[in-house]
């Protein structure tokens, strides 16, 4: 088991599940909705990390 999966581990599951599940149900036509704000300095500040479907 490995609790440290490189970002090429990360990727190649993901895939594997979006194929799997494309298969199952078909595609979901989902979009990354990803947000960021920053202070003055462009310093992060917050956000929000997700997606639309």
């Given at each position: 088991?490995?609790y440290?999966?490189?970002?090429?581990?990360?990727?190649?599951?993901n895939?594997?599940?979006?194929k799997?599940?494309?298969?199952?149900?078909?595609?979901?036509?989902?979009?990354?909705?990803n947000?960021?704000?920053?202070?003055?300095?462009?310093?992060?500040i917050?956000?929000?990390?997700?997606?639309?479907?």
């Amino acid at each position: 088991m490995n609790y440290n999966p490189s970002e090429k581990e990360i990727t190649f599951i993901n895939n594997a599940l979006n194929k799997f599940n494309d298969e199952k149900v078909g595609p979901d036509n989902h979009e990354l909705l990803n947000i960021v704000e920053y202070d003055g300095n462009k310093n992060i500040i917050g956000g929000i990390l997700g997606g639309t479907y």
